[in-house]
């Protein structure tokens, strides 16, 4: 760039806060406003995986989609480094009855893996504490996984190292800067400047969180749960209810989540837990909308749905590309809001 664009963020997630950095490392002169004190709304009430394989086999939203998302893990070893946290590459393993298993072997082999078939021994290594009814699973080292909440914070400070400057307020627009990226998950303040957030609906998710117990291992992907170590303890998740906005914590979800969790690892019936809930924004088609909108100088970066995590450095790249006017890379058709133009 021959001279600093100034670009107003709007929103501090996951999304908001990658696009900022690389629009700052491209040279832009960026600001994020973002109510919340720290930011990230629905990308803090995340595992944090960049799972593209597993969303892919157990998520028919995303399942024709797998290049894309793993195209975008690809681009995680970079930003990994550029903001200084560690990607957890131990993989991810299903446990559960025969028929589980055999779906989960032919969905990754249709992928174009082979997935390793492990032992009683060989599962007891990788997540001790699994139920002992489970005698066989299947491992993918394709799958990863971060610290949300480390990240989050990982990636405001490189930021702030790289000059952008972070407002604790929504913006109304532009705010002075000559485009707006809008990362602001389902909000609508913006509709006005970018009417394709209409097209976004909600999906309200529960994760619970433990004290106390804690394995060194994979991400252990189960019949309606997935469990996984953080720091301290467990994370298991995540219900999905499509059309629901609000963050209230539901004892009937929450219950069906530890139910389904136990079944893998016995302990967490005992187990002192918190739940979390947020809401993501998903689109017609489960691919977020990136790129251009209907309104001069209006960028999107919205509706990841359960991705966030995973697709943020392509949504990142993408956005950049936009404003420096480089090559927008071959995903970029495949997300442009305008795609829903004429539905």
């Known amino acids: 760039m021959s001279r600093k664009p100034r670009i107003t963020v709007a929103g501090a997630g996951a999304l908001g806060l990658t696009t900022a950095l690389a629009l700052a490392d491209a040279g832009a002169e960026v600001a994020v406003y973002d109510p919340a004190p720290d930011g990230g709304a629905a990308s803090a009430v ?9 969303e892919a086999v157990l998520d028919v939203e995303t399942r024709a989609h797998f290049d894309l998302m793993l195209a975008a893990r690809d681009l995680w070893p970079a930003l990994e480094t550029r903001i200084g946290i560690t990607v957890d590459r131990a993989g991810a393993m299903a446990v559960g009855d025969a028929s589980f298993l055999h779906a989960a072997d032919v969905g990754i082999r249709k992928l174009g ?19 002992p009814g489970w005698g066989h699973a299947l491992l993918t080292r394709e799958d990863w996984r971060i610290d949300a909440a480390a990240a989050l914070a990982a990636l405001r400070r490189a930021a702030q190292a790289a000059g952008v ?21 389902m909000g609508r303040d913006l509709a006005v400047m970018a009417p394709l957030l209409g097209r976004l609906s909600p999906i309200k998710g529960h994760i619970l969180r433990t004290e106390g117990l804690a394995y060194e291992g994979v991400v252990v992907r189960g019949e309606g749960a ?22 209230a914590v539901e004892a009937g979800q929450v219950a069906g989540l530890l139910e389904a969790g136990a079944r893998l690892f016995p302990t967490l019936k005992a187990a002192r837990v918190t739940a979390q809930t947020g809401v993501r924004a998903a ?17 999107l970066a919205v509706g990841a749905r359960r991705n966030g995590w995973l697709l943020a450095p392509l949504v990142a790249k993408i956005i950049t590309a936009c404003v420096t006017e480089g090559d927008l890379g071959p995903y970029a058709a495949r997300l442009d809001p305008r795609r829903f133009d004429n539905i």
């Not at 995340?46 to 597993?54: E, N």
């Not at 492990?118 to 007891?124: D, F, G, K």
Request: proline fraction near 9%; glycine fraction near 16%.
């Open 165 to 185: 400057t972070f407002h604790p307020r929504a913006a109304d627009g532009f705010e002075g800067g000559e485009r707006l990226v809008i990362a602001t998950g």
């Open 283 to 299: 689109t017609p088609d489960g691919l977020p909308m990136v790129g251009r909108g209907r309104h001069h100088g209006v960028l």
């Open 46 to 54: 995340a595992a944090g995986m960049l799972a593209p394989v597993f």
């Open 113 to 131: 893996l082979r997935p390793t078939e492990l032992s009683r021994n060989a599962m007891i290594g990788l997540a001790p504490g699994l139920a």
């Open 226 to 247: 997935y469990v996984t170590t953080a720091p301290g303890g467990l994370t298991l998740g995540a219900t999905m209810q499509p059309d629901a906005d609000d963050l």
